[in-house]
């Protein structure tokens, strides 16, 4: 169990809409989710078992929500990583059309047959 900072407790009256002006005096406590299992081991009544196994549950939702997180960061940035390297390939690409096309822009001999003018 801790408690919330400061910041922690303005942050959760934002996203609560709870009143600014109502309740609290103190900075509340919040369980950790090892805190929870083992207020569950001390309590004995069927009601707050129920409870703290819910709690634990979601615990456990939210660590696999993270892993999930974390493992979508994770292809979202080798896809990125993937994709800077086929597009400098293609910026490549592109650099080397480029060079062709100046080098093409020379005058070229003309092709065919030459006629030759009579002189007078």
């Not at 950790?32 to 129920?50: F, N, P, Q, W, Y």
């Not at 993270?66 to 990125?80: T, V």
Request: charged residues 20%.
């Amino acid at each position: 169990m801790f408690q919330l900072t400061n910041t922690e407790f303005n942050n959760l009256i934002s996203q609560s809409v709870t009143s600014r002006w109502g309740g609290t005096r103190k900075l509340p406590y919040a369980f950790t989710e090892h805190g929870v299992t083992m207020l569950a081991s001390v309590l004995r009544s069927e009601k707050a078992i129920e409870i703290n196994i819910q709690i634990v549950r979601a615990f456990i939702a939210l660590r696999q929500y993270a892993l999930g997180y974390a493992e979508l960061n994770q292809k979202i940035e080798n896809f990125m990583m993937e994709t800077n390297m086929q597009f400098s390939d293609i910026y490549q690409a592109l650099a080397e059309m480029a060079s062709q096309q100046e080098e093409a822009k020379k005058p070229l001999p003309p092709v065919g047959y030459l006629t030759y003018k009579k002189q007078e």
